[in-house]
């Protein structure tokens, strides 16, 4: 049987008269990864940030490797070993590509610290090489000394993905990590993302992109108006008539 790493247990969350989410109980198996979809507006970017304490819930609980993370700070469950890539890459413009990686492992490591603590990174032999190793992971080794700022979209988000990796957490959330790319650099996060799994990285992903969710997911959650309306293994979700209804609009990729 699989180990459950995280569990979305009866989570209700509402904004005014609006029940953004409603009874959503959802498993996720260690080493798996586990797609969410749905239509604009189904509360999927709501789940992930209750998920990462962005957002607390009404009722329910978010359960991670059997500890509450409800009413945790997002910095504790951070610390926890739960990393997120966020719809609009969240980096420092301003810094290197290298500075950007070393700056969360070291936040991993000791907490919080004094951004002048950047000054003496560099005598961290071990932070360092972690750091060049996720850059290298994502295939940015050719621009570590540039600034962040300078980067492309696609190179921005491989810079948020390796700001993750370089944490080595237990759990990644990922929210439409390949938005606004091209189809080669989709394709080649598809690739990035399958050489993680490999590693037994478990991904939470909520994407549009039905190319890249049936290119990764082991099991798919479909959320519509706040609700589950299915899920299951990708083959027998994208065949369910209430998905194809609600959501994929007869799309097979």
Do not use: W
């Amino acid at each position: 049987m699989d180990n459950i790493v995280l569990h979305v247990d009866d989570v209700y969350k509402s904004f005014g008269g609006l029940h953004a989410l409603s009874d959503i109980d959802l498993e996720v198996a260690e080493g798996k990864t586990h797609a969410i979809i749905g239509p604009n507006g189904a509360g999927k970017s709501t789940l992930l940030n209750v998920c990462v304490g962005r957002l607390k819930p009404d009722s329910g609980a978010v359960v991670f490797d059997g500890k509450i993370l409800t009413g945790k700070t997002p910095h504790e469950i951070n610390q926890l070993g739960v990393a997120r890539v966020f719809q609009t890459p969240e980096i420092f413009p301003d810094l290197s590509v290298l500075d950007n990686v070393i700056i969360p492992a070291l936040a991993k490591r000791d907490g919080a610290f004094a951004i002048d603590a950047r000054k003496s990174m560099y005598h961290e032999i071990e932070l360092k090489d972690r750091a060049e190793a996720a850059i290298e992971d994502v295939g940015l080794h050719e621009s570590v000394d540039k600034e962040a700022a300078s980067l492309s979209r696609g190179d921005k988000r491989r810079l948020e993905l390796a700001m993750c990796l370089v944490q080595q957490p237990r759990l990644l959330l990922l929210d439409e990590p390949t938005a606004g790319m091209s189809r080669l650099d989709t394709n080649r996060t598809i690739d990035l993302l399958k050489k993680f799994k490999e590693r037994g990285m478990t991904k939470v992903i909520i994407e549009h992109d039905m190319h890249v969710v049936f290119s990764l997911a082991d099991r798919v959650t479909v959320l519509a108006q706040g609700r589950i309306i299915a899920d299951g293994p990708p083959d027998a979700v994208r065949g369910d008539p209430a998905v194809q209804e609600a959501y994929l609009g007869g799309v097979h990729e």
